[in-house]
Nanobody, 117 residues
């Protein structure tokens, strides 16, 4: 059974940083395609923040987070990270990790990020 667990959220002041982690288990690496971070703010639709392929060679970012967020992965740990710098109040949302495998897509439960003074 595939498990996806996010961690690292919290309350941070504007201009601060956080690093989110997404640990996945229950599958073999050969089935792995891509990992993505999404976020959903109150009253808004869930949106793609960043994605990274299984090899880590290709990444993609939403325009709103380019040059502030960095997605990376540690395949030995089956973990994907989202380093978030220069955080803004509009980054406040629940952040979700999505793991795309050859046989299905799996989501974590989400981690809350609140940017406020």
């Amino acid at each position: 059974q595939v498990h996806v667990v996010e961690s690292g959220g919290g309350l941070v002041q504007p201009g601060g940083s956080l690093r989110l982690s997404c640990a996945a288990s229950g599958f073999t690496f050969s089935n792995y395609v891509m990992s993505s971070w999404y976020r959903q703010a109150p009253g808004k639709e869930r949106e793609l923040v960043a994605s990274i392929t299984s090899t880590g060679r290709s990444t993609n970012y939403a325009n709103s987070v380019k040059d502030r967020f960095t997605i990376s992965r540690d395949n030995a740990k089956n973990t994907v990270y989202l380093q978030m710098n220069s955080l803004k109040p509009e980054d406040t949302a629940v952040y979700y990790c999505k793991v795309s495998l050859r046989h299905g897509i799996y989501w974590g439960q989400g981690t809350q990020v609140t940017v406020s003074s």
